[in-house]
């Protein structure tokens, strides 16, 4: 990653899919109005910018990312000290928006078999994404929902084969010690969803 990750402590990324451009742009400068930063515009890289795509490429190596057809952030921010952060952080309360940073520092001691999700040691940044809507008819919650299971779910019966599948790219290498709890826990998978852990088994 070179000289240009050398400086970052970790990366901030704001997906704002249906927000208001005009919305986006108060966000913006609210947090140019609460850092004592004065070059934080030059840590803030929109789609045009050169340094955009290569955070998304090399940084964290999502093939998502590297599909045309599939939706990428607004706007990437590289906070580079404590004022950067108290800004976005300030702001984001104020927006309403929910930005949760655990890569490095403390995280980066855990190892990723400690605790259910993998992402802790060796992990630089991640990068989030949000979606909101402001139609709450049936129609349209069915359609955005659907787009959130699209990593994938659970079919009716409810099988270890089948949600592995997609469980093992969001829990790793845990997913199959996860499924064994299930089954000691709750063996009939009587708490279930879409996206639940179905208990272990070696046939299906």
């Known amino acids: 990653m070179g000289k240009y990750f050398q400086f970052l402590p970790f990366l901030l990324v704001s997906f704002l899919i249906f927000i208001e451009t005009i919305a986006q742009q108060e966000f913006l400068n609210c947090i140019y109005s609460h850092t004592s930063d004065n070059n934080i515009k ?7 910018s050169p340094t955009y795509s290569y955070l998304l490429e090399y940084g964290q190596k999502n093939p998502r990312w590297l599909n045309s057809s599939s939706s990428h952030p607004i706007f990437i921010i590289t906070p580079i000290n404590e004022s950067d952060i108290g800004a976005i952080i300030f702001c984001s309360k104020k927006f309403g928006i929910q930005i949760r940073v655990k ?13 259910p999700f993998p992402y ?16 709450n008819s049936e129609n349209i919650s069915n359609k955005k929902i659907k787009w ?13 084969s089948n949600s592995r599948v997609w469980g093992e790219k969001y829990f790793d290498g845990n997913f199959e010690r996860l499924a064994k709890v299930k089954s000691e826990v709750d063996p009939s998978n009587f708490f279930r969803f879409e996206q639940s852990i179905p208990p272990f088994s070696v046939s299906t």
């Not at 890569?103 to 605790?115: A, H, L, P, V, Y």
């Not at 802790?120 to 139609?135: A, P, S, T």
């Open 42 to 48: 030059k840590h803030i890289h929109f789609p045009k």
């Open 103 to 115: 890569s490095g520092g403390r995280m980066d001691e855990i190892s990723k078999f400690e605790i």
């Open 120 to 135: 802790r040691k060796g992990n630089l940044f991640n990068i989030q994404y949000m979606v909101n809507w402001y139609d």
């Open 148 to 160: 959130d299971l699209d990593f994938g779910e659970n079919d009716d019966e409810y099988r270890y």
